[in-house]
Nanobody
Framework: QVQLVESGGGLVQPGGSLRLSCVASENIFSFFGMGWYRQAPGKQRELVAEMHTGGNTYYADSVKGRFTISRDNAENTVYLQMNSLKPDDTAVYYC????????????WGQGTQVTVSS
């Protein structure tokens, strides 16, 4: 069973930065891609950023220019660098891994809380 463990969340003031980490229990190249989702209270979970094995990246419009997804292959870790944080970025952030097998369920981490408030 694949495990994804997130860390790095916390309370930060508007305009501040945080870096989230997601450590996978197996080689991240075994996945089609990995990404970060978030869910705010009363809202649906939404995709924030993702990176495919080949290196292609995608960002939600709301975070473009502020968030950066990256990976450390040797550490089986995916990062989300979040800069210029806004109160609207407050949410639980989840790490996601998409299996290469078509139709297989995705893997999820337990989530880490990010709160942006003064």
């Amino acid at each position: 069973q694949v495990q994804l463990v997130e860390s790095g969340g916390g309370l930060v003031q508007p305009g501040g930065s945080l870096r989230l980490s997601c450590v996978a229990s197996e080689n991240i190249f075994s996945f089609f891609g990995m990404g970060w989702y978030r869910q705010a209270p009363g809202k649906q979970r939404e995709l924030v950023a993702e990176m495919h094995t080949g290196g292609n990246t995608y960002y939600a419009d709301s975070v473009k220019g502020r968030f950066t997804i990256s990976r450390d292959n040797a550490e089986n870790t995916v990062y989300l660098q979040m800069n210029s944080l806004k109160p609207d970025d407050t949410a639980v952030y989840y790490c996601n891994a998409e299996p290469r097998k078509v139709g297989a369920p995705a893997y999820w981490g337990q989530g880490t809380q990010v709160t942006v408030s003064s």
